[in-house]
């Protein structure tokens, strides 16, 4: 059974890419994303979130786009007008002409792929680069909350509004980081997954984008940041999380919050795997 559709046997792979940046959800992968996307060696795909791999096999899904790999890989060429207008920004912003050595996207639900669907995606790209981003478990499911119940509406969410979606709408798998770094880990080559740490963005934000340009192999430069290297993107609101949500979030996420610590004390301040 083919796994990833095709519409012939030999489809052509040079726009496959070279790393994707895996999720979970408010983790911190829109800042990266943009954050890389004008570095003159990146090719990173225009949207941030392609959702390919996530809607395979799923039409109906409000994000499919792309029925076939084909079709997902075509979808990385760039115009020449586009092009052009990265060539002047890259010279404008760092000095260095667009000459991209690697190919990314950006879909944080990637990181919840099935095993089957990993192991696809690996085979056609062996020497593939992933990227899962860490954050508090509790703090994460709570601005999860926030963007899909609370941004942009006016009305009150209650405490059971707030559970109810907790509890159903897969935050508990989305906490689970041993699961999905093991998904991923069994297929990806030694090396090949970094896990890197929300907090380093708030924290030491040169720092880090520093150790992922190295992770990927690209040239860290100093003038190769950009204007989003300090600013908070895709923002929720920053009301304070109620005590009895904690409490909640506190119980419910217990294991997660205890294995989040322990993966912290593995991983230092983030590191290949």
């Known amino acids: 059974m083919q796994v990833i559709p095709t519409r012939g046997s030999n489809p052509d792979l040079r726009n496959f890419p070279d790393f994707l940046i895996l999720g979970p959800q408010r983790t911190g992968t829109t800042w990266l994303f943009y954050n890389l996307h004008l570095h003159p060696e990146v090719l990173l795909h225009r949207m941030k979130e392609t959702y390919f791999f996530s809607t395979i096999g799923k039409p109906d899904h409000p994000h499919f786009l792309y029925p076939c790999l084909e079709d997902y890989l075509a979808s990385f060429d760039e115009p020449f007008g586009e092009k052009l207008k990265k060539h002047y920004t890259c010279l404008r912003k760092s000095l260095s002409f667009y000459r991209p050595k690697i190919i990314g996207e950006a879909t944080a639900s990637y990181a919840l792929l099935p095993d089957e669907v990993i192991a696809a995606v690996v085979a056609c ?31 009150p969410v209650g405490f059971e509004k707030f559970c109810e979606y907790f509890e159903s709408s897969g935050q508990r ?51 190769f940041f950009n204007r989003h290297l300090t600013i908070k993107l895709n923002p929720t609101s920053e009301a304070p999380m109620p005590g009895d949500i904690r409490g909640f979030l506190e119980n419910f996420l217990a294991k997660d919050v205890e294995a989040y610590r322990e993966l912290l004390t593995e991983i230092g301040s983030g590191r290949a795997i």
């Open 173 to 223: 798998q989305r906490a689970d980081y041993p699961a999905m770094i093991a998904a991923w880990k069994k297929h990806l080559a030694p090396g090949n997954l970094y896990l890197g740490r929300y907090d380093r963005i708030a924290g030491d934000p040169k720092a880090f984008l520093e150790d992922v340009e190295r992770f990927l192999g690209i040239t860290t430069r100093a003038l």
């Open 125 to 155: 790209k062996p020497d593939l680069k992933g990227i899962i981003m860490l954050r508090d478990p509790i703090e994460r499911a709570w601005s999860h909350a926030k963007k899909t119940l609370v941004r942009g509406k006016s009305e």
